[in-house]
């Protein structure tokens, strides 16, 4: 098993950076895909960014290209979603996910484990 436990959300105004955590604990693995999805009120779940073993295989969602950057310190079993330039859409609560395949796809019925997610505000 594997235990996921995000951090780091809150509420920020439009422009603003937030940098998340995900710390990992149990069977975990460099090996694992890591990722990051988000819901916002009355919408489903959708992919925001992933990362592989290697730090060269990380992909983002349209939306949030070029704002977002997601890292992983292996050492620490810890991912990290830096989130800058904020908007009003990228409310949400934000979920940690890892992938024991390696793959990080962006359907989230791939993902084996879930955190429970932590809330992020964008205020005007």
């Known amino acids: 098993q594997v235990q996921l436990v995000e951090s780091g959300g809150g509420l920020v105004q439009a422009g603003g950076s937030l940098r998340l955590s995900c710390a990992a604990s149990?069977?975990?693995?460099?090996?694992?895909?890591m990722a990051w999805f988000r819901q916002a009120p009355g919408k489903e779940r959708e992919f925001v960014a992933r990362?592989?073993?290697?730090?060269?295989?990380?992909y983002y969602a349209d939306s949030v290209k070029g704002r977002f950057t997601i890292s992983r310190d292996s050492a620490k079993n810890t991912v990290y979603l830096q989130m800058n330039n904020l908007q009003l859409e990228d409310t949400a609560v934000y979920y940690c996910?890892?992938?024991?395949?390696?793959?990080?796809?962006?359907?989230?019925?791939?993902?084996?484990?879930w955190g429970q997610g932590t809330q992020v505000t964008v205020s005007s």
């Open positions: 996910a890892a992938d024991t395949t390696g793959v990080g796809p962006t359907l989230q019925a791939r993902y084996d484990y």
């Open positions: 149990g069977r975990t693995s460099s090996d694992y895909a």
């Open positions: 990362t592989r073993r290697s730090a060269a295989y990380t």
